[in-house]
């Protein structure tokens, strides 16, 4: 079981959009629609933003939007804003009840 | 409203075994699923393991000759055993909930998670 793959970092001027891509094997992301993820700020505990690949819990932003090809899973985030800027993680079902997650991909909001 | 709180020693010895609980207030932890996911300084998030409403336990392949996570549904906590831990131990340890909903859990959506704690291994 292998951390899922993440770029280290990308940027954006707000009001533009910006994808984070999440690359995985036939073993996880692959196999099964259950992508989820997670933007974190500086000593804060990860937040949930995109579940089961596309879905958005109550109470966040329409400006955050998931999909999956293949092995890769994309986080967009439309309308950048000041507030986007956090760390973000990928995670996904990897088989027989485990999880795995992605490296993290650091955004800045220039 | 759900909340997790996670306590534990601070640091712990080389060789020796962390040991942290998360205390769940608001609901009970008799439903959904309850992991450990830790966070080492400049790395990604790393998922420990899980243990099940029914109380069945998964882990991380990786770990899992080391770890053990146990519950007491009456005290309304699950706890992490960490054994034989190194300096790469270290970490800010998170206790997190899997969302659930329609008696389905949603395994990669961890919705509700603890502050979290720091753990230095040191000597």
């Known amino acids: 079981q292998s951390a899922l793959t993440q770029p280290a970092s990308v940027s954006g001027s707000p009001g533009q959009s910006i994808t984070i891509s999440c690359t995985g094997t036939?073993?996880?992301?692959?196999?099964?629609?259950?992508v989820a993820w997670y933007q974190q700020y500086p000593d804060k505990a990860p937040k949930l933003i995109i579940y089961?690949?596309?879905k958005r819990p109550s109470g966040v932003s329409n400006r955050f939007s998931g999909s999956k090809s293949g092995n890769t899973a994309s986080l967009t985030i439309s309308g950048l804003q000041a507030e986007d800027e956090a760390d973000y993680y990928c995670?996904?079902?990897?088989?027989?009840?485990?999880?795995?997650f992605g490296g993290g991909t650091k955004l800045t909001v220039l | 409203q759900v909340q997790l709180q996670e306590s534990g020693p601070g640091l712990v010895k080389p060789s020796e075994t962390l040991s942290l609980t998360c205390i769940v207030s608001?609901?009970?932890?008799?439903?959904?699923?309850w992991s450990w996911i830790r966070h080492p300084p400049g790395k990604g998030l790393e998922w420990i393991g899980h243990?099940?409403?029914?109380?069945?336990?998964n882990y991380n392949p990786s770990l899992k000759s080391r770890v053990t996570i146990s519950g007491d549904t009456s005290k309304k906590q699950f706890s992490l055993r960490l054994s034989s831990v190194t300096a790469a131990d270290t970490a800010v340890y998170y206790c997190?909930?899997?969302?659930?909903?329609?008696?389905?859990?949603?395994?990669?959506?961890?919705?509700?998670w603890g502050q979290g704690t720091m753990v230095t291994v040191s000597s």
């Open positions: 036939s073993s996880d992301v692959g196999s099964y629609n259950l």
């Open positions: 243990i099940s409403y029914s109380g069945r336990t």
């Open positions: 997190a909930r899997t969302y659930c909903s329609g008696g389905s859990c949603h395994l990669d959506a961890f919705d509700i």
């Open positions: 995670c996904s079902y990897a088989g027989s009840s485990t999880v795995v």
């Open positions: 089961e690949v596309t």
């Open positions: 608001g609901d009970s932890i008799s439903q959904y699923y």
